[in-house]
């Protein structure tokens, strides 16, 4: 079945660090964009970065510059977020998704199903 997995997430203090892991199963991975997104209750879904089917472009939300990398390894079919410095306005749910081709986000092939991230103060 033609998926994405997600992992990791949880709570965390301010200013610590967390890793996100999104596998892909039943389908050429090495093939899509992979991109992170986040939703905050009652808040409208937000990008957060994406990775071009290579690795060897990203590209970040300016409020997340800086403080997340994102990453893939094609050969486990996995992207990555490394979140760092983390802030209480961090949380959220994340996803990640892939899309072939020059199709927008909201037609994206595949989603993750969310892992919650808490960042206390």
């Known amino acids: 079945q033609a998926q994405l997995v997600q992992s990791g997430g949880g709570l965390v203090q301010a200013g610590g660090s967390l890793r996100l892991s999104c596998a892909a199963n039943?389908?050429?991975?090495?093939?899509?964009?992979m991109g992170w997104f986040r939703q905050a209750p009652g808040k409208e879904r937000e990008f957060v970065g994406n990775?071009?089917?290579?690795?060897?472009?990203?590209y970040y939300a300016d409020s997340v510059k800086g403080r997340f990398t994102i990453s893939r390894d094609n050969a486990k079919n996995t992207v990555y977020l490394q979140m760092s410095s983390l802030k209480p306005e961090d949380t959220a749910i994340y996803y990640c998704a892939a899309k072939f081709g020059a199709i927008a986000w909201d037609k994206a092939n595949y989603w993750g199903q969310g892992t919650q991230v808490t960042v206390s103060p």
């Open positions: 990775i071009n089917s290579s690795g060897g472009s990203t």
């Open positions: 039943g389908w050429t991975f090495s093939r899509y964009t």
